[in-house]
């Protein structure tokens, strides 16, 4: 047999049947980096996206088809928002074989914002996350933001004879999508039940603004939590949500912290 009869004769030891009996919920690959065009705020940002990618294997099967996975990302030119989503994911069950499975990229994506008196404009980060899990024949959409703000101790304020203590916090939305929600709006959401969202650049008249707001406008990480998830429960494009809120204590060495589940 010459060399050219054995290469299209190379074993499918992943197709092999395996006589354990046991079926696999998750396997595929983690921490994959590979660029995402993102629709956000009606434009396309090219970011760099950390891919975990798996589907579920049957028993009787020996292995699935890694760089399978890999093919199915280099597909990936059309802009992503959760239409494409949806369509790609199935298409990745359908390159794998697969009845069950799981995609997910995490990235970071930019807003541009306008300090709220000089005007000026600059881009600020926001950590982002797709989420597309078939089981039993259905499929859920999970968009997820992480939104850095600014809160104000309402204690601290009552307590003491001027100023009170502050700091930055990250709120975190993870919200099942029902019908699509753009990005920017996610972020409104932790933005507008902070004390104080925040700028990338600032003048001196935008710093006295932020500190006479956030003082105005005192918030418990209790208070931030309730109240982003009351905004939540008041639009009806978010299923099931999770939403948790940190606060990086400038008077501590540890964290406040909280969370708000809706199943």
């Known amino acids: 047999m010459n060399k050219l009869t054995d290469a299209l004769h190379i074993p499918d030891t992943q197709s092999e049947r395996d006589e354990r009996h046991l079926a696999i919920q998750r396997v595929g690959v983690k921490d ?56 790609r994911h199935a298409q990745m069950l359908a390159l794998l074989n697969a009845a ?56 601290s304020k009552e307590i003491s004879d001027y100023g009170a203590h502050n700091q930055r916090s990250l709120v975190t939305i993870r919200v099942e999508l029902l019908q699509p929600i753009e990005w920017h709006e ?15 650049m600032l003048k001196r008249s935008d710093e006295k603004w932020i500190t006479e707001r956030a003082y105005e406008n005192p918030k418990f990480v209790e208070d931030l939590v309730r109240d982003v998830a009351l905004r939540l429960n008041q639009d009806a494009r978010i299923g099931r949500y999770a939403v948790d809120v940190e606060n990086f204590e400038s008077i501590h060495n540890h964290s406040a912290y909280a969370r708000i589940e809706r199943a």
């Open 100 to 155: 069950e499975g799981r995609t997910e990229a995490a990235f970071t994506f930019f807003l541009k914002k306008r300090a709220p008196v000089s005007g000026l404009a600059s881009l600020l980060d926001y950590q982002g996350r797709w989420i597309a899990e078939t089981k039993t024949g259905a499929t859920t959409l999970w968009a997820e933001v992480g939104v850095p703000v600014k809160s104000l101790c309402p204690c």
């Open 32 to 87: 994959l980096r590979y660029p995402l065009q993102l629709r956000v705020a009606g434009a396309v940002q090219p970011v760099a996206a950390q891919w975990t990618l798996d589907v579920a294997l049957p028993a009787e099967q020996k292995g699935t088809h890694m760089s399978r996975f890999v093919a199915w990302l280099e597909g990936n030119a059309q802009p992503m928002d959760a239409a494409v989503l949806r369509a």
């Open 186 to 200: 996610l972020v409104r959401f932790g933005e507008e039940a902070a004390s104080s969202e925040i700028w990338p």
